[in-house]
Nanobody
Framework: QVQLVESGGGLVQAGGSLRLSCTAS????????MAWYRQAPGNQRELVAT???????SYSDSVKGRFTISRDNAKNTVYLQMNSLKPEDTAVYYC?????????????WGQGTQVTVSS
């Protein structure tokens, strides 16, 4: 079974940093775009950052300059380094990946990890 497992969330004070990780496991041939989304209570899920297999990146305006997405293709892992965190960054963060597996193409989501930024 192919799945994404996230780690690295937690509680941090405003101005602090956290690093999220998300690893794909199972019978994987390759992974296309990997991304991080977030969803705060009462809000829709929003795209935070994306990275292609060739390491091209994009960011939402709200995190540009503070967050950095990266990936390790050999480890099937995507990271989100979050610096200068603000209370409005508080949300459940989800990773997403387009995975070519033994059963075909899969659009996978992680289970989510809570990030809480206190003021």
């Amino acid at each position: 079974q192919v799945q994404l497992v996230e780690s690295g969330g937690g509680l941090v004070q405003a101005g602090g940093s956290l690093r999220l990780s998300c690893t794909a496991s199972g019978r994987i041939f390759s992974i296309n775009v990997m991304a991080w989304y977030r969803q705060a209570p009462g809000n829709q899920r929003e795209l935070v950052a994306t990275i292609t297999r060739a390491f091209s990146t994009s960011y939402s305006d709200s995190v540009k300059g503070r967050f950095t997405i990266s990936r390790d293709n050999a480890k099937n892992t995507v990271y989100l380094q979050m610096n200068s965190l603000k209370p409005e960054d508080t949300a459940v963060y989800y990773c997403n990946a387009g995975v070519y597996s033994g059963t075909g193409y899969l659009d996978l989501w992680g289970q989510g990890t809570q990030v809480t930024v206190s003021s």
